[in-house]
């Protein structure tokens, strides 16, 4: 199992840039994906962004070219760089941290941060 604890949301006006922080409880290497996903009102949470344990990153098409996420090893901290903010990313966004260790399979979350974008 892995504790995460997201920070950095905020309110924002469109155009503007967040960075969102998400601090594990071990090596970030020891994990096999780790992910930001979001979940709006009404909608289903939806992956915005991953960065594997050998650092191959991914994203959603809505979120190319404006979001980034890296890792600091050394804090046990990934980031999500959110830039040119639209009123559509706003959520509330989550950390995940998935894989499978020592033969048991986890899948474990942070508590969620509320980034709001204005128009």
């Known amino acids: 199992q892995v504790q995460l604890v997201e920070s950095g949301g905020g309110l924002v006006q469109a155009g503007g840039s967040l960075r969102l922080s998400c601090a594990a409880s071990?090596?970030?290497?020891?994990?096999?994906?780790m992910g930001w996903y979001r979940q709006a009102p009404g909608n289903q949470r939806e992956l915005v962004a991953l960065?594997?344990?050998?650092?191959?990153?991914d994203y959603a098409d809505s979120v190319k070219g404006r979001f980034t996420t890296s890792r600091d090893s050394a804090k046990n901290t990934v980031y999500l760089q959110m830039n040119s903010l639209k009123p559509e990313d706003t959520a509330v966004y989550y950390c995940?941290?998935?894989?499978?260790?020592?033969?048991?399979?986890?899948?474990?979350w942070g508590q969620g941060t509320q980034v709001t974008v204005s128009s």
């Open positions: 960065i594997t344990s050998g650092g191959t990153t």
């Open positions: 995940n941290a998935k894989g499978r260790r020592w033969g048991v399979d986890y899948d474990d």
């Open positions: 071990r090596s970030i290497f020891s994990i096999n994906v």
